[in-house]
């Protein structure tokens, strides 16, 4: 309610999307079937994931819809820590 004017992806559509990005494979809109989508930052070169966690913007130049995520840094521990409130505590 209330996004007059910001076009997002569906639930489904964008999860398809931010999927195939993490992927490396050709991204093409779900919603218009197109393949001008804009990813920002772009794809490095080696494919390998950022050192830091940042966050990835998936949009598309022919409809305007748009998703995004954050990419996970190679550099950081794998863990889902995204939302635990203290990051640096204790690790065992
Ligand atoms: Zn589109």
Redesign the pocket.
């Known amino acids: 309610m209330g996004r007059r004017g910001i076009k997002e992806y569906r639930a489904p559509e964008a999860l398809a999307l931010i999927a195939a990005d993490r992927e490396r494979t050709l991204l093409v ?1 779900p ?2 079937g ?1 393949r001008s989508i804009q990813r920002v930052p772009r794809r490095r070169s080696h494919g390998g994931a950022p050192l830091v966690s940042e966050r990835v913007t998936l949009t ?1 130049q ?2 305007g ?1 748009h998703a995004s995520y954050i990419e996970r840094g190679g550099a950081e521990p794998p863990r889902d820590s995204t939302m635990d409130p203290h990051p640096l505590a204790s690790r065992k």
């Open positions: 809109c919603s218009c197109t598309c022919t409809c819809r």
